[in-house]
T-cell receptor, first 110, second 113 residues
Framework: DAKTTQPTSMDCAEGRAANLPCNHS???????VYWYRQIHSQGPQYIIH???NNETNEMASLIITEDRKSSTLILPHATLRDTAVYYC???????????FGSGTQLTVLP | ETGVTQSPTHLIKTRGQQVTLRCSSQ?????VSWYQQALGQGPQFIFQ???????GRGNFPPRFSGLQFPNYSSELNVNALELDDSALYLC????????????FGQGTRLTVV
């Protein structure tokens, strides 16, 4: 079972920041948090990952709380093309496999 | 584009048949993982190959098997196909099994009739 819980769906206005929350209260000290997104019928797209420090790349920012029990993915200026299912994942197991939960359906509204 | 290519993109098989799906990993990546995604659900981990050896397996029966070649490309084989095997099959490649990014292909849509 996935170690993360996310809201089922969220809406965001185009041009505004999208803040997607994720709870991972049972995360272990050496487990990273990963974010992927999936646009309908395409393969999941890697966004960002982190351990305990905040991370930023060209796509998004990842804010992890100090106790590491939750995190937030921030898309700074959402566009219509950001409409997708966003998955927050804790990699676990000997293979460090990605255990996908149900994700958050983000809809960016014009 | 992730550099991970899968073939074929779509195929239809009959219950009881066997199928082979192929994945070409991103250049330099030595690890390939396979996932099954049923309609409306998140991807489920099938197994992983690291340097031509199976490195981990999810909750899938033995009729799901795989192979990784010296060039790190990979195959997923499914025997005795069942209707519930209809799904999008995804492969992801990465460099090693530590905490690195895994990049997915576009998947193979398998329909079992």
């Amino acid at each position: 079972d996935a170690k993360t819980t996310q809201p089922t769906s969220m809406d965001c206005a185009e041009g505004r920041a999208a803040n997607l929350p994720c709870n991972h209260s049972t995360i272990s000290g050496n487990e990273y948090v990963y974010w992927y997104r999936q646009i309908h019928s395409q393969g999941p797209q890697y966004i960002i990952h982190g351990l305990k420090n905040n991370e930023t790349n060209e796509m998004a920012s990842l804010i992890i709380t100090e106790d590491r029990k939750s995190s937030t993915l921030i898309l700074p200026h959402a566009t219509l093309r950001d409409t997708a299912v966003y998955y927050c994942i804790v990699r676990e197991g000997s293979a460090r496999q990605l255990t996908f939960g149900s994700g958050t359906q983000l809809t960016v509204l014009p | 584009e992730t550099g991970v290519t899968q073939s074929p993109t779509h195929l239809i098989k009959t219950r009881g048949q066997q199928v082979t799906l192929r994945c070409s990993s991103q250049s330099g990546h030595n690890t390939v993982s396979w996932y099954q995604q049923a309609l409306g659900q998140g991807p489920q981990f099938i197994f992983q190959y690291y340097r031509e050896e199976e490195n981990g397996r999810g909750n899938f029966p033995p009729r799901f098997s795989g192979l990784q070649f010296p060039n790190y490309s990979s195959e997923l084989n499914v025997n005795a196909l069942e209707l519930d095997d209809s799904a999008l099959y995804l492969c992801a490649s990465s460099l090693g099994i530590a905490n690195t990014e895994a990049f997915f292909g576009q998947g193979t849509r398998l329909t079992v009739v």
